[in-house]
């Protein structure tokens, strides 16, 4: 199979019969790999600080290291495959990833976690938007609907299942184990990929000379982005030297980087692909798409574990059914979505994923696991209603040349709106809780009523339990205060789960410049 003959495929280029489908499994595995590693490690930060003797903002670099190196590889990664070859470049990937996970594993101190988890978000950078454009390649537009659904189940479960999978294997067998899982399905991944995917042809890019300034101005403004946008709630934003000098380089290595992109005649990052419309309106949509994607994936987590107390496996276990409804409607979706103009369904998903919103912004401090049910598995269903008709309608309608690199642009404004809103949900949550703390702070008078009868009834009742008056009150007066912090943090949750929601619904006028998408699309131009 390792050879594949030419009458493999048809006409317009696209594989036929079962090889196809080999084809889609295996990209989607390696896309599925990445994801998940992705949200995997947030559950055992703590059991790796406690091992390595790390602080909180040491061991943070352990998920922004990865954060980094993957955003800044994504937009690469059309130019790196079509430079070493895709199946060349994929292959290269996975065996990275997998060896890259392994040292994780047995990393001795922090620094050697840290290096090996940039080098894993390296490798990784090459899989998600490499797996998406070999789907587009593959199949004909009859078929990108069920193809998409394929990816897309790995891509929308992900986040959810890698809490939930980090949760259970750092409580059973311990945090390295988070790494060791990737072993088995990399190699895995790799013996799929070196059997089914299509062999490289010669590409014109390889006679080329490098882009090494292009390279040079993404990493330096990806690589301030992302860090100012992981760093900046925790450094006071602002208030930083660092991160003000974070905020100048990255601006001022975008702008230098867009005129020499658009300047040179062979540009690391193609961006002239924006000239298709419904790439650069579903990029804008997409980046929404991560916002309420991984936004609302960070904020029930913490809701679960601050207030409800939840422990780590309990709060992946909460997030399941959502990733298990995803999965479900991805594939129902998958053979409609070529029928039904993208951008209906787009449409309803962002209503229902605003309406969700406005539902969860209801919870109270007896919210239970049997409230918070029904509103994640809406979520879960309706963001498969945006996300898969939206990659139809904006990679759908490019020419096959142009997909890779509109691949790539389309997932790195994903994963960079799902940085951009984790830090001003972060910022967001932070700010109103103190707003809301305040406003309750000022009916807790000592000439209010209501406020005295209930620190006499809790001063009375720890006199009860034997305590002196003195002491009694202290007690009473911290239960009074932190009942106060408790429904403060409650208040910003629902802040922040309405501004979710009002960004969808702002975000639906995109939809006019996007194409059908599966109903009605024309077929990309062959090579």
């Known amino acids: 199979m390792a050879n594949i003959k030419t009458s493999t495929f048809n006409q317009a280029g696209y594989v036929q019969g079962r090889l196809k489908w080999a084809i889609a499994f295996t990209a989607s595995l390696g896309a599925i790999l990445e994801v998940i590693d992705t949200s995997i490690v947030n559950v055992a930060l703590t059991s790796m600080q406690a091992s390595l003797g790390a602080t909180v903002s040491e061991i943070g670099w352990v998920v922004t290291g990865y954060a980094i190196a993957n955003v800044v590889l994504i937009p690469l990664s059309a130019w790196l495959g ?15 990833f997998t060896a890259a996970s392994v040292v994780c594993g047995l990393s001795i101190n922090l620094q050697m976690l840290i290096l090996s988890r940039i080098a894993q978000g390296l490798f990784g950078g090459g899989l998600l938007a490499k797996a998406q454009a070999i789907l587009f390649e593959t199949f004909p537009p009859a078929e990108q609907g069920l193809a998409q659904a394929v990816f897309g189940v790995g891509v929308i479960s992900g ?54 300034l292009g390279i040079g101005l993404l990493v330096i403004a990806i690589g301030c982005l992302q860090t100012f946008l992981e760093e900046g709630e925790q450094e006071d934003w602002f208030a930083s030297g660092f991160i003000i000098s974070l905020a100048v380089a990255s601006v001022i290595g975008l702008g230098l980087f867009i005129w020499w992109e658009l300047k040179t005649s062979h540009p690391a990052v193609a961006l002239r692909v924006l000239r298709h419309r419904s790439l650069a309106a579903g990029s804008f949509l997409s980046a929404i798409v991560g916002m309420g994607l991984y936004g609302a994936l960070f904020a029930v987590p913490i809701f679960a574990q601050s207030i409800l107390h939840f422990t780590a496996t309990q709060t992946g276990l909460l997030l399941a059914p959502g990733a298990l409804a995803s999965a479900i409607v991805m594939i129902l979706l998958g053979k409609l979505s070529t029928k039904i103009d993208a951008r209906l369904l787009i449409a309803i998903g962002g209503v229902g994923t605003a309406f969700v919103m406005f539902d969860l912004s209801k919870l109270t401090v007896q919210t239970g ?17 945006m996300f898969l008709p939206l990659s139809l309608a904006t990679l759908g309608p490019l020419p096959k040349q142009d997909i890779s690199a509109g691949s790539g642009f389309y997932n790195l404004t994903r994963q960079l709106g799902g940085s951009i809103g ?35 009834m809790l001063t009375g009742a720890m006199q009860s339990q034997g305590m002196d008056a003195t002491t009694a009150q202290t007690q009473a007066l911290a239960l009074l205060e932190q009942t106060v912090n408790i429904q403060a943090a409650v208040l910003s949750f629902a802040d922040i789960f309405r501004v979710v929601g009002v960004a969808f619904l702002c975000s639906l006028p995109l939809l006019l410049f996007l194409g059908k998408g599966g109903a009605g699309a024309k077929a990309p131009v062959g090579h």
């Open 369 to 385: 696991t049997d409230d918070l049910f029904w509103p994640l598995v809406w979520r879960g269903a309706f963001t498969v209603l």
């Open 422 to 456: 984790i830090a001003i949900l972060t910022t967001l949550l932070d700010k109103r809780e103190a707003f809301h703390r305040a406003i309750l702070l000022t009916d807790l008078s000592p000439y209010n009523v209501e406020t005295n009868q209930r620190l006499d």
């Open 159 to 212: 986040p959810a299942i890698g809490p939930t999978l980090g949760g259970y294997l750092t409580d059973a067998l311990g945090w390295r184990w988070i790494f060791f899982i990737n072993i088995p399905f990399g190699i895995l991944a790799v013996v799929m990929a070196v059997m089914f995917l299509p062999p490289d042809n010669k590409s014109k890019t390889q006679n080329q000379a490098v882009d090494w």
């Open 82 to 96: 079509d430079y070493f070859g895709k199946k060349t470049y994929f292959i290269f990937s996975l065996i990275g």
